[in-house]
């Protein structure tokens, strides 16, 4: 009788557990097959598009045209008077969900920033951009300035360059602001702490701060040009650019795929003495801490030189070498440094003055050698105080001088004039001649190529799509 009982209670527990399974698949399958569908939502380079590219989908949350058109309508100008009077009344976080819905209508609709192109008589190009050199204070006013610029000039995504050292106020600011624009449209790199940097260890403990701001959001680390003119080791010499100690930390951002931008050397003028027959002498009396010239410093070329070595020294480590590899003034040497290292990438950021002195023609073809290798930015700064565009400045530059600033980027890439302004007049009293770049070029350097490099990897790294609908959403915190 014993056996049979057990038998018969075996059988009615094996029956409620099937049951309960039918319950579970039941339940979840509408879930599951939704999973699916969301993963078929259209795709870039295997990656779906971000909601703002592709329209309203299933999961989209209507919003009223009057609303929408109300958000559009208000200018940061009028609201500043709102929003010193009660900075209280609404909480951060709507306040900054409202940042990246701004953002996104640089590239919904009508674009402003197509028609206020001055040369652009037929509007050729007036396609997106993502400026992948930035460095937008991250406070709720500066982000607000900058993206009213950006709207103004057709920039739907950015990069910040100075994230502040891991754990910081400032790194943790720029995971708020992260939170609040989204993945797919802000994207930053945080900064060394080189406190240390002559005790062991120090290159592990670097290394370890990285995994931990590249799983928190950053993208890699920038190194500022401290490193080889500034950072000294125990015997009071400055450091190489490939020193050992950094090794740990070229190694590990590797391994986890994290980017490390650098920042080697400067123009050749700063290496050469200041004065009036120096031909950046109006930027050097503005900041006299960027000359370079003396016994204290190494050349130019034993930094670049340097930096080439750690390139080859760590083939799995992306590196972005800023300021077209901080070799403008020579492109032949930037296109051998592309060639001979597929790990190396670059910017264009505040160097178009030195860009621009080149014949049209070789300039384009780097661009048609290195199509995918070469990413926009500007090294613009929006901070409290004010802005920065390219450089310092002789008089405090405005907000319609950054949009400016944007414009005559455009005019350089897109249009074929001879003899035009470039961008930061204080860097040389010369004048530039543009590139011309055909539309896929330009599709190509404005968006796809820091598409793929910053943010493709930042999404795919937080592994759910699910997960990062629902933090779109603002489902998930
Ligand atoms: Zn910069």
Not at 37 to 53: F, H, I, Q
Not at 263 to 273: I, L, S, V
Not at 413 to 435: L, M, N
Request: contains cysteine; charged residues 30%; glycine residues 8%.
């Amino acid at each position: 009788m014993g056996t049979l009982s057990r038998t018969r209670a075996t059988l009615l527990v094996a029956m409620v557990v099937v049951a309960l399974g039918l319950v579970v698949v039941v339940q979840l399958w509408p879930g599951l097959v939704g999973l699916e569908r969301k993963t078929s939502a259209p795709e870039r380079d295997g990656v779906p598009l971000p909601r703002n590219e592709r329209g309203p989908g299933p999961d989209e949350v209507p919003r009223s045209r009057t609303r929408e058109r109300r958000e559009t309508r208000r200018h940061p100008r009028t609201r500043r008077s709102a929003d010193t009077k009660t900075p209280r009344r609404r909480s951060r976080r709507q306040r900054d969900s409202k940042l990246g819905k701004l953002l996104d209508e640089g590239i919904q609709g009508p674009r402003p920033a197509c028609d206020r192109r001055p040369f652009t008589a037929s509007n050729r190009a007036c396609l997106p951009v993502i400026d992948s050199h930035t460095h937008i204070s991250p406070l709720y006013r500066p982000v607000r300035t900058a993206i009213e610029i950006f709207r103004r000039t057709g920039v739907v995504k950015f990069v910040n360059k100075s994230g502040g050292r891991y754990g910081s106020p400032r790194y943790k600011a720029h995971i708020a602001v992260q939170r609040a624009l989204g993945w797919d449209r802000f994207a930053f790199f945080i900064n060394l702490d080189w406190r240390g940097v002559n005790k062991p260890g120090w290159g592990e403990r670097e290394a370890k701060n990285l995994a931990l701001a590249v799983r928190e959001g950053a993208v890699g680390v920038k190194i500022f040009k401290t490193l080889g003119l500034g950072v000294e080791d125990e015997k009071g010499k400055l450091l190489p650019v490939d020193d050992p100690k950094l090794f740990p930390i070229w190694k590990k951002a590797g391994e986890i795929g994290a980017i490390v931008a650098l920042h080697t050397g400067d123009p050749k003028a700063f290496f050469e003495k200041p004065g009036p027959t120096n031909e950046r002498n109006d930027e050097l009396t503005k900041a006299p801490s960027w000359s370079f010239y003396g016994p204290k410093f190494p050349k130019r070329e034993t930094l670049l030189a340097q930096r080439d070595h750690v390139l080859q020294l760590f083939p799995k480590t992306t590196f972005l070498g800023i300021h077209l590899g901080n070799n403008p003034e020579d492109i032949d040497y930037v296109a051998r440094t592309l060639e001979r290292y597929p790990n190396f990438y670059v910017d264009v950021a505040a160097r178009l003055g030195e860009i621009g002195r080149h014949p049209p023609a070789k300039v384009r073809r780097l661009f048609e050698r290195f199509p995918t290798r070469i990413l926009f930015g500007t090294d613009i700064f929006v901070t409290s105080r004010g802005y920065q565009l390219g450089s310092v400045s002789k008089t405090k530059p405005l907000f319609e001088d950054a949009i400016a600033f944007y414009r005559a980027h455009w005019h350089y890439f897109e249009s074929s004039d001879r003899q035009i302004a470039h961008p930061t007049p204080i860097q040389g009293k010369w004048k530039i001649d543009a590139v011309g770049l055909p539309r896929p070029l330009l599709q190509a350097f404005y968006y796809d190529n820091a598409w793929k490099l910053i943010f493709v990897p930042q999404i795919a790294r937080r592994k759910r799509w699910g997960d990062y609908q629902r933090y779109r959403l603002g489902i998930v915190p």
